[in-house]
Every structure is written in structure tokens, then in C-alpha cells.
């Protein structure tokens, strides 16, 4: 089984909707990130969280809102979707330390698109 | 305020051979870390390889290695005896201390052919 597991893995939807994109980790992480994929763009930053009453936005929050629901989980939501959301979106996990050699693990990506 | 630089959109290289994949960054922090992760075509993003910026040495991973020079601020990814299996999109990204993100670079697509 996956560490960070992602759901859906695929979703198509129309504009306007509200989506909710989930994300659960077995690594026993502390904390916990959302990244938006576009090509030629790498990843951004969206939302991050260091434990379940710590929720941080990141560089391109709006439009998204998040929710931990526990140490383990971590969803992501699209109040209302427009088309210039339609990219990957990928949870990552780290552990709870400001060294900067920890890697952070990702998740295998939801592919969104909104028509 | 941290920026990774890929400049190759794109490299082709022949099965066997090796290959380097460039990275500069630019940073004031004192202490950072720099990562390279492998995106296949099914899209998940594999962690690869890790250098310190106080590192003395040089990080290796296998057939991964790491060409750091930090007075030029280049974290150049060296694949030896490339496979099939490498051909992928590859992307740099640092982390300064404390800080809560990666930073990542727009990637290198690397195409091995047989």
C-alpha cells in the first residue's frame, strides 16, 4: 500500500462545482502540503499544515480552502470549480523538523479537469 | 526569496550513456538543501537524491549522483549508464531552513532512446 494516498485519481467536472479532493498518509508525518502541477510551471504551493490546528496558505491559495481532519488526513477543496483549474494535484508528506534535509513524499497525483 | 533554474526544456540521450541534467539556484539562505525527483509518465513524483549545502562531499545514490558546486550555485543531476526506464521528467528543487515548501524548478523531460 501507497504511504500517501490520493482519491480520486481522476476527475472530470464542470464549472461551478464543488470538489473535494482527499488525502490520507500512513508515515506517521506531522506535516502535510497540497501542490498544484502545470505544465512548465513545476509545483506550486498551495496550502501546507503542520498538524491538525496548523493550516498555512501558500502561494497560490485562492480559490482552494483545506481541511485536516486529523494527523493523517488532509483534503483539499474547490468551493467552486473554474477551467484554470484544471492542472495535477499532488499531497505531500515531511517530518515535523525545520532541517533542511527532509524530503517530502508524495502522494501519485489527481488529475483534474474542469470543463 | 528562493528560484530554481532548469534550462534544458528537453535531452535526448542514447541507452548507456550518460547524462547530466542542470540545475542552478539562487538563494540568500545560509543553509538549504536541494532535491531531485523523477516524474515518470504515469505522473507520481519519486524522491531521487539529496545534497546539503554544507556538504562536503559530493551525494550519491546509486547510478544517481549529485554535481555540486556552490560557489557557481549548481546542482547539476548526473545519471550514469542510462536505462529506459530513466526517460521521465526530472525536477531540482531546494528548501531553506525552516522553511515550509519546496521550491521547484519547471523540469528537464529526459527521452532515452534504445
Known amino acids: 500500500d501507497a504511504d500517501v494516498t490520493q482519491t480520486p485519481r481522476n476527475r472530470i467536472t464542470k464549472t461551478g462545482k464543488r470538489i473535494m479532493l482527499e488525502c490520507s498518509q500512513t508515515?506517521?508525518?506531522?506535516?502535510m502540503y497540497w501542490y498544484r502541477q502545470d505544465p512548465g510551471l513545476g509545483l506550486r504551493l498551495i496550502y501546507y499544515?503542520?498538524?491538525?490546528?496548523?493550516?498555512n496558505k501558500g502561494e497560490i491559495s485562492d480559490g482552494y480552502s483545506v481541511s485536516r481532519q486529523a494527523q493523517a488526513k488532509f483534503s483539499l477543496s474547490l468551493e467552486s470549480a473554474i477551467p484554470n483549474q484544471t492542472a495535477l494535484y499532488f499531497c505531500?508528506?515531511?517530518?515535523?523538523?525545520?532541517?533542511?534535509?527532509?524530503?517530502?513524499?508524495f502522494g501519485d497525483g489527481t488529475r483534474l479537469s474542469i470543463l | 526569496a528562493q528560484k530554481i533554474t532548469q534550462t534544458q526544456p528537453g535531452m535526448f540521450v542514447q541507452e548507456k550513456e550518460a547524462v547530466t541534467l542542470d540545475c542552478t539556484y539562487d538563494?540568500?539562505?545560509?543553509?538549504?538543501?536541494l532535491f531531485w525527483y523523477k516524474q515518470p509518465s504515469s505522473g507520481e513524483m519519486i524522491f531521487l537524491i539529496y545534497?546539503?549545502?554544507?556538504?562536503?562531499q559530493n551525494a550519491t545514490e546509486g547510478r544517481y549522483s549529485l554535481n555540486f558546486q556552490k560557489a557557481r550555485k549548481s546542482a547539476n543531476l548526473v545519471i550514469s549508464a542510462s536505462q529506459l526506464g530513466d526517460s521521465a521528467m526530472y525536477f531540482c528543487?531546494?528548501?531553506?531552513?525552516?522553511?515550509?515548501?519546496?521550491?521547484f524548478g519547471q523540469g528537464t523531460r529526459l527521452t532515452i532512446n534504445p
Open positions: 538563494t540568500s539562505d545560509p543553509s538549504y538543501g
Open positions: 528543487a531546494m528548501r531553506g531552513r525552516g522553511a515550509q515548501k519546496l521550491v
Open positions: 505531500a508528506t515531511s517530518d515535523s523538523t525545520t532541517r533542511e534535509n527532509q524530503p517530502q513524499h
Open positions: 508515515k506517521g508525518h506531522d506535516r
Open positions: 545534497q546539503g549545502s554544507y556538504d562536503q
Open positions: 499544515s503542520f498538524d491538525v490546528k496548523d493550516i
